[in-house]
């Protein structure tokens, strides 16, 4: 169940981070998703159907903020 809201949470701060000037908050996009994305591979091993979507859901948006860093020059 925490992977699912704060997968959920940090889709939110992404989706903030895709607004021009608002690159920087890909930075706590990425943390909070990279939180969920352990607590998902905890609760996937449990066999929780919230795990696996908060799972899905954190991997689809990590890869857009790096994405997104990566355009705008946020990463080296």
């Not at 994305?37 to 449990?46: A, Q, S, T, Y």
Request: net charge positive; charged share 5%; aromatic share 4%.
């Amino acid at each position: 169940m925490a992977s699912l809201i704060l997968s959920i949470i940090g889709a939110i701060i992404g989706l903030i981070g895709l607004v021009p000037l608002l690159g920087i908050v890909n930075w706590g996009a990425i943390f909070v998703l990279l939180i969920s994305l352990i607590l998902g591979i905890v609760g996937v091993n449990k066999h929780t159907p919230k795990a696996k979507a908060g799972l899905v859901i954190s991997i689809v948006f990590l890869i857009i903020a790096v994405i997104r860093l990566a355009a705008g020059g946020g990463i080296l």
